[in-house]
């Protein structure tokens, strides 16, 4: 684990450029610093290996404050990779991979050996690599160089500051595929600062997002485009990047928990109350009292309790509305909108994994959250009491 605490960092002892960074990278995480030039990303970073050390405050390495840790001995268990991928222009490719494990004194056929080891892993033939030099090959080439170089001797924590930045998309995207593939293989702790909104929300299990100096928000990628911390985060990520990713919104964010129940062996007498109470136009239908924790089995709307009216039916069950579906509330927003499709739903009563209600998606829901005023989560907390059983 990484652990930053009260950490700040001045170079003319006037400005503070770190004012307080204090979070904690768990091991095999990987982390993006993301934020506009100037905030204190690279800054951020540089205190990792020590190529900078802090005004005050700590960095801690597996419990371990650096500051009392040779900086050359540290480094040797960081790799770093930078936005010029740092090669030598005078040395092939190979030796470039080799540098660290030749001042380390490994075997020429060790060297060698990991060398050809990781151009493999990086998707670069080694019998055409090995000996070509850096200006013979291409920018995402060298740029997959500069990593297996920062993996040579298999270090547990890799930095890396904006290392694609000056690849164009296309060997952008493979090269981040690439990068995502390695860490869930060899389970390194990355470090990465990007000012690429997408390629934070790609690569990161968690996001800093910092600003002058400090760390604004630390989470999750969803989390972060549902609930961006402050209106800067908003503008930054561009406020309507969730509906972009439709994906990542989950039926649990925008079902209403906004409805009520009614009981199977009820009278149509109570449903007519509740309907007008409640200034509501359907009903869950549960097999059970306490509607909430228990299976949906049909729906009432008005139409039902006429229907009723004019055949002097007396039950609930009798006449509820049996052909509806549900649906998990750990889908997404594409599965609510194929199912609403596909069947015409006005309601769909949503489950858990065990097939209990947990909300209700309403066509006029789904449309308030697509068009973003829908009720805040506060206001939805609020009416759970009424989502109750009845
Ligand atoms: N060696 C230095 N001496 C003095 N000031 C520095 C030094 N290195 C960085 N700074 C200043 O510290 C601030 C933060 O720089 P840093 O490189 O950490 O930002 P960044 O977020 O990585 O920016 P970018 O995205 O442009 O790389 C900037 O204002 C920069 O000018």
New binding site residues.
């Given amino acids: 684990m990484i652990e930053f605490k009260k950490v700040t960092k001045s170079?003319?002892k006037r400005t503070l450029?770190l004012k307080n960074i204090d979070f904690k990278i768990k091991t095999g995480e990987f982390v993006v610093l993301i934020?506009?030039?100037?905030?204190?990303?690279?800054?951020?970073m540089k205190l990792i290996n020590r190529l900078?050390d802090p005004s005050s405050g700590v960095v801690l390495i597996d419990g371990e404050d650096i500051s009392t840790v040779d900086p050359i001995i540290l480094r040797r268990r960081i790799g770093y990779v930078i936005q010029k991928e740092g090669l030598m222009p005078h040395m092939t490719i190979g030796e470039n991979i080799e540098l660290v494990p030749k001042l380390l004194k490994w075997e020429k056929e060790r060297r060698k050996n990991r060398a050809y080891e990781l151009l493999n892993l990086l998707n670069l033939d080694p019998e055409i690599y090995y000996e070509k030099y850096p200006h013979e090959v291409s920018g995402g080439q060298k740029q997959r160089v500069g990593i297996a170089r920062a993996l040579a001797t298999n270090p547990d924590i890799i930095l890396m500051?904006?290392p694609f930045s000056a690849l164009d998309p296309i060997t952008r995207e493979s090269i981040q595929d690439e990068v995502l593939k390695l860490q869930k293989e060899l389970g390194k702790t990355i470090i990465f600062?990007t000012?690429d909104m997408d390629e934070a929300i790609k690569l990161g299990e968690r996001i800093a997002f910092?600003k002058d100096?400090e760390i604004l928000q630390f989470d999750t990628p969803d989390e972060i485009l549902k609930r961006p911390a402050s209106e800067y985060i908003e503008q930054f990520i561009g406020k309507d990047r969730i509906w972009k990713t439709p994906k990542k919104l989950l039926v649990s964010d925008i079902m209403s928990k906004h409805y009520w129940t009614i009981e199977k062996r009820s009278n149509i007498s109570r449903a007519f109350n509740l309907l007008k109470t409640h200034d509501t136009d359907f009903l869950i239908v549960t097999e059970t009292e306490g509607g909430r924790y228990s299976e949906p089995i049909g729906i009432i709307f008005r139409k039902n309790l006429i229907y009723a009216m004019e055949n002097n039916i007396l039950r609930v069950r009798d006449i509820m509305d049996k052909e509806f579906t549900t649906i998990d509330k750990d889908s997404n927003l594409l599965d609510v909108l194929n199912k609403m499709s596909s069947i015409n739903a006005k309601v769909i009563p949503v489950v858990d994994d065990r097939n209990r209600l947990t909300g209700v998606i309403t066509n006029l829901g789904l449309v308030n959250a697509i068009s973003k005023i829908a009720p805040s989560p506060e206001v939805e907390e609020e009416s759970i009491g009424m989502g109750d059983a009845v």
């Fill in positions: 170079y003319d450029i934020g506009e030039s100037g905030c204190g990303k690279t800054t951020t900078i500051d904006e600062v000012h910092l100096g």
